[in-house]
């Protein structure tokens, strides 16, 4: 069975980095059949798709946080990861990973999510 | 503000159905399969409704989704208490060129 586990700091302070990783486990993250991605849930709020990588490196990134987010595949270890610059309050939200169809808002297997919270 | 739009809340008593529905535009559900989700406190988000009707092994049969024109729409039947949750619908917009989610519907099993 296919499972997503995130890990990463869980905080952050403003202006710095966010840094979160996705190993995903019971499956390989080198399919051609899937595609990876991160989305996001603030307090209070619904989710947010932040972006989508395919293991060729592949990447496509909501234009919102487009200037700030890169995502990477690691396939050897079999992960994903996702870097946020530049952050402010507006950032903490609990960030999930998932596995995606291609070109699709189907995720049919997710991380449980970690909290990050930006704060001083 | 979500792209797509979801009442925010809803109920029913044990037994009853209800429906959420989600509204959309041309560029997303219109254009698009729909996708629903069920996050239960403290769970991650689960897979409920694809490919507009389809439900993924281990969902049970009370729930049910359709789609016509800009609209979808998720029905449970015969609910139940640990039904008490969010639910989200979500679709590929050609816009964004990326998958938007509604803001969810808080359902509250009275």
């Known amino acids: 069975q296919l499972q997503l586990q995130e890990s990463g700091p869980g905080l952050a302070k403003p202006s710095e980095t966010l840094s979160l990783t996705c190993t995903v486990s019971?499956?390989?993250?080198?399919?051609?059949?899937?595609?990876w991605g991160w989305i996001r849930q603030a307090p209070g709020r619904g989710l947010e798709w932040i972006g989508t990588?395919?293991?060729?490196?592949?990447?496509y990134y909501t234009p919102s946080l487009k200037s700030r987010v890169t995502i990477s595949v690691d396939t050897s270890n079999n992960q994903f990861s996702l870097r946020l610059t530049s952050v402010t309050a507006a950032d903490t939200a609990v960030y999930y990973c998932?596995?995606?169809?291609?070109?699709?808002?189907?995720?049919?297997?997710w991380g449980q999510g970690t909290l990050v919270t930006v704060s001083s | 503000q979500s792209v797509l739009t979801q009442p925010p809340s809803a109920s029913g008593t044990p037994g009853q159905r209800v429906t959420i529905s989600c509204s959309g535009s041309?560029?997303?559900?219109?254009?698009?399969?729909i996708n629903w989700y069920q996050h239960l406190p403290g769970s991650a988000p689960r897979l409920l409704i694809y490919?507009?009707?389809l439900r993924p092994s281990g969902v049970p049969a009370r729930f049910s989704g359709s789609k016509s024109g800009t609209s979808a729409s998720l029905a449970i039947s015969g609910l139940q208490s640990e039904d008490e949750g969010d639910y989200y619908c979500?679709?590929?917009?050609?816009?964004?060129?990326?998958?938007?989610f509604g803001g969810g519907t808080k359902l509250t099993v009275l």
């Open positions: 998932a596995r995606q169809g291609e070109s699709s808002s189907w995720y049919d297997s």
């Open positions: 019971g499956g390989s993250i080198s399919s051609s059949d899937y595609f």
């Open positions: 990588i395919y293991y060729s490196g592949r990447t």
């Open positions: 041309s560029s997303n559900i219109a254009s698009s399969t």
């Open positions: 490919f507009n009707t």
């Open positions: 979500a679709a590929w917009d050609d816009s964004l060129n990326g998958p938007v």
